[in-house]
């Protein structure tokens, strides 16, 4: 960052930080002030408060060295919690690494509407297919003392990254995690109160005109849902049936727009009578859940 023009005389936090706004700002960030305290707090080992706190504190140089280093990667697009290898998600910490899917916060409305669904269920038993981090599985097992959790993912890594993120949260005895493909570990049977799912929705043709920080660093194999982001919708609407209870609920987070194509999914694929639609807090429709009753 010093081989940059009008960079501070002096590296104080505050200094730093406007200085690394507009920088990432003129890189077409569009979070850059955000971003900036997040990397500068990740490499001093501190909150966000304690930047606040000691605005006029100078940084040192093996810190500037360190922080210089995360801004280049920030950069060049790559995404914040690859850098600092964790994310929050329902307010517990992750751990992140490549090749797994970073949890986003519209993915919570999908946590929402299972919790809501197994809200009156002593001991519920939910399958999550596609885990990934074990965003979902974790923070429904951290609110749901109760609930059994079963975790698929495909990849091993993210196998491992949800197993480890289960243990750090403290309900690694709530949550099973397997490598395997969709339901192809899984026993059929009605055993699940729900089954839930972030699967791929991103039409194929519209995976190049993601943001890069998306289509340069996420797993492809997590985002491309086929020629209409449809593909494994189908597949879990097809099967659901054959895993779960009487009064089971499918549970799945959607892509803008998608909603009408899922309902007609749900109701004439997996014979659902009856399908909700849940909206994020931007107001769009995220989630959609099918139930026979």
């Known amino acids: 960052m010093e081989q940059q023009s009008k960079t501070p005389a002096q590296w104080t936090i505050a200094a730093v930080l406007n200085w690394t706004t507009q920088y990432l700002s003129s890189r077409g960030i569009t979070t850059p002030r955000l971003d900036a305290e997040i990397l500068l ?7 966000r408060l304690y930047l606040y706190l ?12 360190q922080y210089r ?14 850098i600092t290898g964790k994310k929050e998600f329902w307010s517990i910490s992750l751990r992140i690494v ?17 919790l809501q669904e197994i809200r009156e269920n002593a001991s519920p038993r939910v399958l999550e297919i596609g885990t990934g981090s074990g965003a979902v599985a974790v923070a429904v097992a951290k609110e749901n003392s109760g609930a059994q959790v079963l975790a698929t ?8 990254t949800a197993r480890w993120n289960a243990k750090e949260a403290g309900v690694e005895a709530s949550v099973q995690f397997v490598a395997t493909d969709l339901f192809d570990s899984v026993r059929p049977g009605p055993c699940f109160d729900v089954i839930c799912s ?19 660093f996420e797993p492809l194999r997590s985002l491309d849902g086929g020629s209409d982001g449809l593909d494994t919708i189908r ?26 194509a899922v309902e007609t999914i749900l109701r004439s ?25």
């Open 98 to 114: 490549p090749g797994v899917l970073i949890p986003r916060p519209e993915t919570e409305t999908l946590v929402e509407a299972v």
């Open 69 to 82: 280093d995360a801004v280049r990667r920030r950069a060049l697009r790559e995404p914040v919690a690859l």
């Open 54 to 65: 000691n605005l006029d504190r100078p940084l040192l140089p093996h810190e500037r060295s």
């Open 198 to 216: 972030n699967p791929p929705y991103v039409p194929s043709d519209v995976i190049p005109t993601l943001a890069p920080e998306i289509r340069n």
């Open 235 to 260: 597949k879990l609407a097809a099967h659901a049936r054959d895993y779960l209870k009487g009064s089971g609920a499918l549970i799945l987070e959607i892509g803008e727009g998608q909603e009408a």
């Open 41 to 47: 707090a990740h490499c001093l080992n501190v909150d």
């Open 153 to 160: 993912d495909i990849n091993p890594v993210a196998v491992e």
């Open 269 to 293: 694929v997996a014979g659902f009578s009856q399908v909700r639609i849940f909206r994020d807090l931007s107001g769009k429709a995220r989630v959609v859940k099918g139930k026979t009753k």
